[in-house]
């Protein structure tokens, strides 16, 4: 393993912030839970042995996110419910406002999903991981995997169907 903490860090940094914020609905939670699996990442890094660092990131992530959910089930906190894309000082205002409609949007097509469908949909369409890595970061063969996303994909077709009439 070649790159640097900051390189990684620098290359993936908004990949791994909108899934984290895509799987908590919370902007400070998935900040948290970025720096955590940054930092997850800064202990283990120079031991990681594989070829790609997109997918075991994800992976740190995911389990950084696991962790937090395990916590938050034993502490019940009430917070304000809202996404906002990352701030980008090259998009105009239109431009964002279409891409939180966007978001807004997909969210609300996941809202009623079950979770372990809801996280291959985020992995593989949006975030571009392949079948084998989105399938080791959620620890499912990789037959249960592409089970989990073809049903995901038929509740937002049947959902977004039903819209439509």
């Keep these: 393993m070649k790159q640097s903490i900051d390189a990684v860090y620098q290359s993936y ?11 908590c609905r919370d902007h ?7 720096q955590e699996t940054f930092v997850r990442a800064y202990l283990y890094l120079e031991h990681y042995e594989g070829e790609k ?11 950084a996110f696991i962790d937090y959910i395990r916590k938050r089930s034993r502490v019940r906190l009430k917070g304000d419910k809202y996404l906002s894309a990352l701030p980008d000082k090259q998009i105009s205002i239109e431009d964002k406002i279409v ?15 079950p979770e372990k469908q809801k996280y291959a949909l985020l992995l593989h369409d949006f975030h571009q991981l392949n079948y084998n890595e989105a399938a080791s ?5 990789l037959s249960h995997f592409k ?11 049947k959902k977004k169907g039903g819209e439509n009439t």
């Excluded at 940094?13 to 799987?23: E, Q, V």
């Excluded at 400070?28 to 970025?34: F, K, N």
């Excluded at 660092?53 to 389990?63: C, D, G, I, R």
């Design 13 to 23: 940094f908004n990949d791994i912030y909108r899934y984290l914020l895509s799987l």
């Design 28 to 34: 400070h939670a998935a900040e948290d839970l970025v």
């Design 53 to 63: 660092v997109k997918p075991w990131l994800f992976t740190v992530a995911h389990n």
């Design 99 to 113: 891409t939180d409609e966007q978001i807004t949007e997909i969210i609300s097509l996941l809202e009623n999903i």
């Design 137 to 141: 970061v959620m620890n499912v063969s």
């Design 147 to 157: 089970i989990l996303l073809y049903r995901a994909r038929q509740a937002i077709r």
